[in-house]
Nanobody, 126 residues
Framework: HVQLVESGGGSVQAGTSLTLSCTAL????????MAWFRQAQGKEREGVATIQTHGGTTYYSDSVKGRFTISHDSADNAAYLWMNNLVPDDTAMYYC????????????????????WGQGTQVTVS
């Protein structure tokens, strides 16, 4: 049984930084992509950053490009989201996701592209 566990969320002031961590407990055979999604209250879950675990190709939504950085550490079986210059619109529950299937580039921010999900960590920016 594979579990993704997120940590690092919190309440911060606008303009500051946070780093989210996601650890996979248990091995995901053939893991190919990891991603971060977020869901603000009353809104749909949206993808913000995706990384191909072999090769390191990254994808960012327009709303976070230039401010957020996703990384993957194969040794720790973990993914990270470095968030800089946070704004109130970044307030949301942030979810880690993983896929052991190839995700074509048009689908890197689609929820159905990812089979494994964490429980989320809350980020509040004021």
């Amino acid at each position: 049984h594979v579990q993704l566990v997120e940590s690092g969320g919190g309440s911060v002031q606008a303009g500051t930084s946070l780093t989210l961590s996601c650890t996979a407990l248990g091995r995901i055979p053939g893991m190919a992509f990891m991603a971060w999604f977020r869901q603000a209250q009353g809104k749909e879950r949206e993808g913000v950053a995706t990384i191909q675990t072999h090769g390191g190709t990254t994808y960012y939504s327009d709303s976070v490009k230039g401010r957020f950085t996703i990384s993957h550490d194969s040794a720790d079986n973990a993914a990270y989201l470095w968030m800089n210059n946070l704004v109130p619109d970044d307030t949301a529950m942030y979810y880690c996701a993983a896929s052991n299937q190839v995700v074509q580039s048009p689908n890197v921010f689609r929820v159905p592209s990812f089979r494994f999900w964490g429980q989320g960590t809350q980020v509040t920016v004021s």
